[in-house]
């Protein structure tokens, strides 16, 4: 019904920038949060929550990225941002976009995309 559709991950050195994007189609009446999240690598490593966007723009970050990471959309075209700079070695994983989508006014659900590499070299 909804599919999400990450891209701009990549190699880049430690201290440089990367923009992923994450564009949702399909069956949408209106996206409420949008959300970035990532998986290190490792066994056991669970999936954490990086960065939130309300579908009236209200940002939420976690610590680790506060200052350095911007989160920011086009409702328009229901494609949600992350800008990335200041890049480390340990920001390393695959990142994930996540959308609460009111698919009609009455039912929302969570939808994700497969992912996006980035690799940050020291």
């Known amino acids: 019904q909804v599919q999400l559709v990450e891209s701009g991950g990549g190699l880049v050195q430690a201290g440089g920038s990367l923009r992923l994007s994450c564009a949702a189609s399909g069956i949408i009446f209106r996206i409420n949060a949008m959300e970035w999240y990532r998986q290190a690598p490792g066994n056991g490593k669970q999936r954490e929550l990086l960065a939130t966007i309300t579908s009236g723009g209200s940002t939420n970050y976690t610590d680790s990225v506060k200052g350095r990471f911007t989160i920011s959309r086009d409702s328009a075209k229901n494609t949600v941002y992350l800008q990335m700079n200041s890049l480390k070695p340990e920001d390393t994983a695959v990142y994930y976009c996540?959308?609460?989508?009111?698919?009609?006014?009455?039912?929302?659900?969570?939808?994700w995309g497969r992912g996006t590499q980035v690799t940050v070299s020291s």
């Open positions: 996540n959308a609460r989508v009111l698919v009609t006014p009455r039912y929302e659900s969570d939808y």
